[in-house]
């Protein structure tokens, strides 16, 4: 057995049985091992942004870690801006990067790179293998650090000599790696938390992040609510807000910073469930970076190392409200009006409001065509909802791709603005070649909209011809119908409400992946 | 003056005046700068990676850098790779990488990210300004460092707030940087060289390479031949090949191991110009790394930092050879045989010979197909022939774009696998909103090819129906046509001699890009 059959092992070993993969020259060994050693599902995609997006999304939807298959700096590199994402979201992700042969990097051949120096910004842990033998400890290792609470992005670099010389040793036979147990409660803060809602419960407010977005979590959140009339919220990015009828409203800080401050103005306590203390996305000339009001007192509750549901139970208990009923969102009877009104943001948002099906994963990167949807679509059945996180475009069709793979019963559907989808479209044909169920919604306003915004918002007065064409989309108008043909998803146009509702059912009805071209 | 317009003016004064653009919120103030200074041309990417590879191909071309404007650490990540291949090829440019106010980096939004260790891996010089007159002395640095000989990747983070507050400083007005002067002659090497040549001619290598394969440098390599019987060869890559009918041939090492070794044998001694000594560019089990044959002595006459064409005209003078006449390839009379001959990377080459049209550029990233192109088309029409030079795929269609900037009365020709276009396709719209004089011939067959040999060539056998699977790009076929027509650029498909040639003198007769699918 060689170098790579044994990590190959060793992976399957620890509980890791996908792959997503872009492999090159130096990963040929590892690639002939997924033919020989059974039980790891490979998908390839066509770009690395595609693959480690994928892994993002494959960790939120399964709570484990994915395996990707990257070809040394440049191709890790490519992959950096999802991973980037995807350590936000605290996913965990054992990616696998081949480098030269050792003896062969003293040559300097072109494709030399410093891939630990390339992985480092976006990962937890970076470790290069030393010895064939040494790949089973470290190929272990770096399941543990992905299984890591939160989860961690663990890169692993795989010098080509190693996985093609012979293996002194056998296989691991340890079993699935567990996630790593949650830190101890606080116990002052927790008495802090009990002590702000018992003296000014309409004054506090549940910040949720995280873990804390779970079904679970946000059902103590509720009692919690219930008994003691303070809020409850979700930081702005969600890494998956199980939410719908049935669950509790849970309702997102603003992206935008007056509405943000507007909505937190109202607080004097801030307890902290997974989530961090709120602030803008961008510094804005002239506005505070900070979100809470002036004077307004913290306790954090959970950090993402705790059990955010634990927590919350331990609060709800401390307060006396574990027995109180939970407050959750009624089932929307609204029917989608078919309408021939132009499709816009607003009109999309009640669409979707009542077309998004039970139990569906709704991956969000609809920027600013989607600023309305989570006020919109509360009612809707319930779903999952995963946001980038990060802030780094291109994540949604990865990551559907990966959600997809994990759960491959589920109504999968991307939520994309036109100019992020274009930084990885390329997941379309994963898409096609896996026969994956995802609906994708491209919503085509042919521009970078979200910027024509932020250059108002900045400061920036009303841009000018050349600024104009720097945020426009247009000439050409990209063509999503033959874009999603030509990397084999069949797709449709629709620019009406009535329209959009055709496509959407016709999605809904069949299974394989599906694009929709919502004109605005 | 804001710092963003004090930037723009700076990189003007020294010479940049080319900025291609991928930005968000953080760089609004440099965009909208680029409104109210005249004499930036701006050119939009939809991709980071077209962007850099943009910058490389514009380089090389100009002789002179283009300026990118980038988004915080994931927005220059997803450039890394073309700038990896920017590096090795000695191309100049400059990266402004918007960040972060200051003040909001402490507060750690989802976007922030650590730039500088980013840029490191595929930068040569990072800085990050520290105030905002400070920005003239960096923008200025940055370009210098970007005319070093060789070219430099500068990356200058420009953090929000320096580029919104006001500058108390003017705008520089101390006139193009010009490139750095060569090193000195080096007389030693000089002197080894010519006496390996004197001695033992035939038995002595010129090996070119980077400045040493523009035209006026391989006429001194051609003469030296001439006088001395030694052989001329370049490195497989090239920056910039000045080659064809009227110019001195100049064959490339081959990429395949065994091959590379059988064609350097012959020589005991070779003289190093602008090369590096040759290596393999994978390691393979039981293949030496080094392609030398055993006990070759090299001589370092010039590298990167000297004026090759000044170096071997030294040696000419030195050998007696100055004025020899330049032995140059003569025009080949074929014409492209019009048949119904499926497409084969052979009769593709003897193609291209006859149809490359006099002073064209040609980006090549054809990878498994194009291996035989170099031998194919020595005798064509003189033009141009770029390599990626760092072995990142995803090169050849935005160096295109850069390319085509650079020299828009030329005809610029993009040959591609389908496997290395996928990286980077979004560059077929930029092509296509600049209406940018590029064919594209995308080499569609369908599979990773090189890698279909490459599991081969490192002892893996024979790839079973998992390995085959991550190496094949069928199931679905890209369908090319769709996909450039989703770009805003028109395309045709070609399955035989006679329809390639039609497909070929359709692009040629008329302007603006077109992509022909060369199935294969």
Known sequence: MNGAHLLVHTLLDAGVDTCFTNPGTSEMHFVAALDSVPGMRCVLGLFEG?????????????????????????GLANGLANLHNAKKAGSGIVNIVGDHARAHLALDAPLTSDIHGVAAPMSHWVHTSA??????????????????????????TLPADLAWSEADVPPPVLGAVPCAEPAALQEEALRAAAAALR?????????????????????????????????????????????????VAVPRVPYVVDPALAALAPYRHIVLVGARE??????????????????????????????????????????????VAVPVVERSAAVPHETADALTPANLGELLASLIPEHA??????????????RATRAAAPHDWLTGMGGSIGFALPAAVGAAIAAPQRKVIALTGDGSAMYTLQALWTMAREGLDVTVVVFANRAYQILRGEFAGVGAGVPGRRATDMLTLDRPDLDWMALSRGLGVPASRADTAASFVQAWRNAMGGRGPVLIEAVL
């Open 361 to 374: 994963i709704v991956l969000d990167e609809a920027v600013s065509s989607g600023r309305g949807f989570d």
């Open 199 to 247: 003296t000014d419960g309409p004054g506090t407010l549940l910040l949720l992040g995280g873990l804390a977005l779970r079904e679970r979590a946000t059902e103590w959140a509720g009692r919690i609510q219930a008994a003691t009339g303070c809020a409850v919220m979700s930081e702005f990015y969600g890494p998956r807000i199980e939410r719908g009828a049935g669950r």
């Open 131 to 156: 010895s064939t033998d040494g790949l089973a400890v470290d190929g272990r290792e770096a399941v543990v650090q992905a299984r890591a609470r939160p989860g961690r992005i663990a890169t692993l």
């Open 50 to 74: 595609v693959v480690t997006g994928a892994a993002d999304g494959y960790s939120r939807i399964a709570d484990r870690p994915a395996s990707t298959l990257l070809h040394l700096g440049p």
């Open 278 to 323: 709120p602030v803008a996305f961008f510094a804005y000339p002239g506005k505070p970076g900070r979100l809470e009001a002036p004077g307004t007192a913290f306790t954090l509750l959970a950090t993402p190392a705790h059990d955010p549901a634990q927590a919350l139970e331990a609060l709800a208990e401390a307060i006396g409200a574990r027995r």
